[in-house]
């Protein structure tokens, strides 16, 4: 994690970093120019300017319009091996993020002098490829009106994207003027073209050599969010946890078998890491002078060669402290598996517990943790509120409580997202029993799951006084509640009621006689009366405050 912190402060600086780094291989002959194509090992982090919802996520994905290509943000780390020349040199690094934001690109281990670098972002496209090829020799294949067979024909390009014209035999003739199926083909792509955006950077060195270097970068397009599933357990006192992270990757570029960490808290964002936006050059190939004699452009590249066999597996991980990701298989005891959590800075970054690949134009769920058999308090809880005589009992909401930590089997900051609970019928198997929502709770703090309503634990607010006493500015406001609470149910129950901040919260608020004492909850920073109420059993209590009356 010290070496992310590192990368990541000089990244927000935006200063070049360049550290010296031995030869991992014997020095090759030098060159002016040489191509990494793409990295050994990466490495991505993935942060959050805000509390993403997943289902909000996912609908916003099927529209175009929506640019989440341009959203969210995340550090990416590569590990290259790049041949540096010798003198004045380009090294140029392909198979970049699509997202990426080329002023925060940072190498380290480049034992050479950074001269300038550049972001090239002209993409390999047909009116691309007739714009930079003009000049070039190409080969045209046109299918025989008479005979049906392909003809093909060497021909130069005269002009490009604007109306394409070429040469051939001596002869110039417009692109698809001839009323014939054609096609052209490209022994080359020209230079400057790319598959995906392409950071170039001009060295100096004093010899050539092969090295291993670190280029990070940050990129837009990737996002993160949390969800859980919590499964009752039939004891209803205990039930199963999982933790899910979805990855979401609207990107052009895939990040393969990948160590990942995703950061919680708000980072706080200026909106100056964006991506280039990529020229997009509009077509103009009609037939020239006159109209088209058949629609489209149709531009063919010779297949590439066969893929290299894939690099061998990096000696050593990539981060400090990285052991688990070695080739090491996950450890589960029992069904308990759990992300290992790290401190970034004032973040809290969870490092998932294997590598998994980020593909583009993906979402994807990965398991951060799952433990079985956690401990919970049933407790049954009310807001006051003001009611009606006549009005229907209150009926109370269930709240599930766990205390985060390791003795309970949890220990794991939670970050914010919603929560699915499930739980066994006899007949149906599992069923969804409710839903609710996490907030972001630290380890220590208790984590409150909402089940739902208790019909047979039931609650009166009665407002029996309202009166004021005093003038002026020591005018004071007086309610008098009694409250009336019932458990119809055959098992003895914890209830709980919460004095709401609206009340609490006015302004010269004071608790005066009370049935039932109250207290603060520590946890949430609430008052609340808290009791047990026996099967079958009812209590009755009153309780008076008082607050400045402002009238």
């Known amino acids: ?253 895939s990040f393969a078998d990948a160590p990942v960490t995703v950061v919680a808290g708000d980072l706080s964002m200026t909106g100056d890491s964006v991506p280039v936006e990529i020229r997009r050059t509009a077509s103009a190939t009609q037939c020239w002078p006159q109209g088209r004699t058949h629609e489209g452009l149709a531009v063919w590249l010779p297949p590439p060669p066969p893929a290299p066999p894939p690099p061998p597996a990096p000696a050593m991980a990539m981060r400090e402290n990285r052991a688990e990701y070695d080739g090491a298989p996950v450890v589960v005891t029992g069904s308990r598996i759990k992300a290992k959590m790290e401190e970034l800075g004032d973040y809290k970054a969870y490092v998932l517990p294997h590598p998994t690949t980020v593909a583009a134009n993906q979402m994807k769920q990965v398991l951060f943790f799952a433990q079985d058999d956690v401990p919970f308090q049933r407790i049954y809880s009310f807001d006051l509120q003001a009611r009606e005589p006549d009005a229907p009992l209150a009926t109370a909401r269930i709240d599930l409580l766990m205390r985060n930590d390791a003795q309970q089997g949890l220990g794991l900051p939670v970050p914010e997202g919603k929560a699915v609970i499930m739980a066994d019928d006899p007949r149906f198997g599992p069923m969804l029993a409710g839903q609710t929502r996490f907030d972001d709770t630290p380890v220590g703090l208790p984590l409150r799951v909402v089940f739902g309503n208790a019909p047979e634990v039931t609650g009166s607010f009665l407002l029996v006084e309202n009166t004021s006493r005093g003038s002026g500015s020591r005018k004071k406001a007086e309610r008098t509640y009694r409250i009336e609470l019932t458990n119809g149910g055959d098992q003895a129950t914890d209830v709980e009621v919460v004095i709401p901040s609206s009340i609490t919260g006015l302004r010269g608020f004071r608790m ?29 209590f009153d309780a008076r405050f008082s607050y400045d009356d402002p009238a």
């Open 1 to 253: 994690m010290r070496l992310l912190c590192a990368v990541l402060a000089a990244t927000v600086a935006m200063g070049p970093m360049v550290a010296v780094a031995q030869p991992v291989a014997t020095p090759v002959v030098a060159s002016h120019e040489s191509v990494s194509e793409g990295p050994e090992a990466v490495e991505v982090v993935v942060y959050r300017g805000q509390a993403v919802d997943t289902s909000d996520l996912i609908q916003r994905s099927r529209y175009s319009w929506s640019r989440l290509d341009r959203e969210g943000l995340a550090l990416i780390v590569e590990k290259r091996t790049v041949d540096v020349p010798a003198g004045e040199g380009v090294i140029r690094f392909k198979g970049l993020g699509t997202g990426i934001v080329p002023h925060s690109a940072v190498i380290e281990g480049l034992p050479a002098d950074l001269v300038e670098q550049n972001a090239d972002y002209e993409l390999i496209t047909p009116f691309n490829l007739l714009d930079r090829a003009v000049g070039q020799t190409v080969s045209v294949v046109r299918t025989n009106a008479t005979t049906g067979l392909e003809e093909t024909h060497q021909a130069t390009i005269r002009a490009g994207q604007r109306g394409t014209v070429l040469e051939i035999d001596g002869q110039f003739e417009a692109l698809d003027c001839s009323g014939l199926t054609e096609r052209i083909v490209f022994n080359e792509v020209p230079q400057g073209l790319g598959a995906t955006p392409t950071l170039s950077v001009r060295t100096r060195a004093t010899q050539a050599g092969r090295y291993t270097v670190t280029l990070a970068y940050l990129a837009t397009g990737l996002q993160w969010s949390a969800d859980y599933v919590a499964h009752l357990n039939d004891d209803g006192r205990s039930l199963d946890l999982q933790g899910w992270i979805t990855l979401a990757n609207f990107g052009g570029t």
């Open 512 to 540: 005066g006689r009370e049935g039932i004492r109250s207290r603060i909850d520590p946890d949430r920073g609430v008052r609340v009366w808290t009791l047990s109420l026996e099967a079958g059993e009812q209590r009755t």
